[in-house]
């Protein structure tokens, strides 16, 4: 008789999740304790039991039977759980636990939103809105450059104008600076840009010196801060 591998027991108890789930759950209004919960359905489909009670759900966590009992009804008002009918084998009709509205808030929503980001009908428009003025010849002719020569998406080139606004600098050459440097530092996604977006205003929190100090080190920062006119 062959004995069992701790390693191949490790192996096999192992529980796929979404990594998307982990990291947007919050844009879909939840806390880490609805998480944790999502994540125990997850687990006990896995098991072969697709109707958990509030009590099975709650007995490894730190909340109540009613607490985790209220949690799902949240959920299931925020159409992200919903309970539907199953057949068995047998032709036994049983209730189940279903995460598919949630999965398809995260992944179906998004890639909608990113292909709406990414056409180019509405980005003439977002620019004149965000500086209230029609924009002239020259800057349409600068946003063409944008995408035909440049191939910047639009997603990203909307990114830029975001950032700028943000800095509080909404110009033309501002916006090229950002575009050409996030092309430099090899930054082709929305989520790249917002990653670098977040990493720049923490380092510009941290580094705030009052005025009478040693001047900051700004090598940290992106050149297409510096130079500004």
């Given at each position: ?105 995260l ?34 002719e ?15 080139i909307?990114a ?70």
């Amino acid at each position: 008789m062959f004995e069992t591998n701790p390693l191949e027991e490790i192996l096999h108890d192992q529980l796929h999740i979404p990594g998307r789930l982990l990291t947007n759950y919050t844009k879909l209004g939840l806390n880490e304790t609805e998480l944790v919960l999502v994540l125990q359905l997850i687990y006990f489909f896995k098991e072969k039991n697709n109707f958990p009670t509030p009590a099975e759900l709650a007995d490894p966590l730190t909340i109540s039977e009613k607490h985790c009992s209220d949690i799902l009804m949240k959920l299931i008002q925020k159409d992200l759980l919903t309970i539907e009918p199953r057949e068995n084998e047998k032709g036994q009709i049983s209730e189940a636990y279903s995460v598919q509205p949630l999965l398809e808030k995260l992944y179906h929503e998004e890639k909608e939103q990113e292909q709406e980001e990414n056409t180019t009908g509405t980005i003439f428009i977002l620019f004149e809105q965000e500086f209230g003025r029609p924009i002239s010849p020259f800057e349409i002719e600068m946003i063409n450059s944008w995408l035909d020569e440049d191939e910047i998406s639009p997603a990203l080139i909307k990114a830029g104008l975001r950032e700028s606004v943000l800095m509080g600098k909404l110009n033309f050459k501002y916006i090229d600076r950002i575009l050409r440097e996030w092309k430099k530092k090899g930054i082709h996604s929305v989520e790249q840009a917002r990653n670098a977006s977040r990493k720049f205003h923490s380092h510009q929190q941290v580094n705030q010196q009052p005025a009478q100090t040693v001047k900051r080190d700004t090598s940290i920062y992106y050149n297409w801060l510096e130079g500004e006119d």
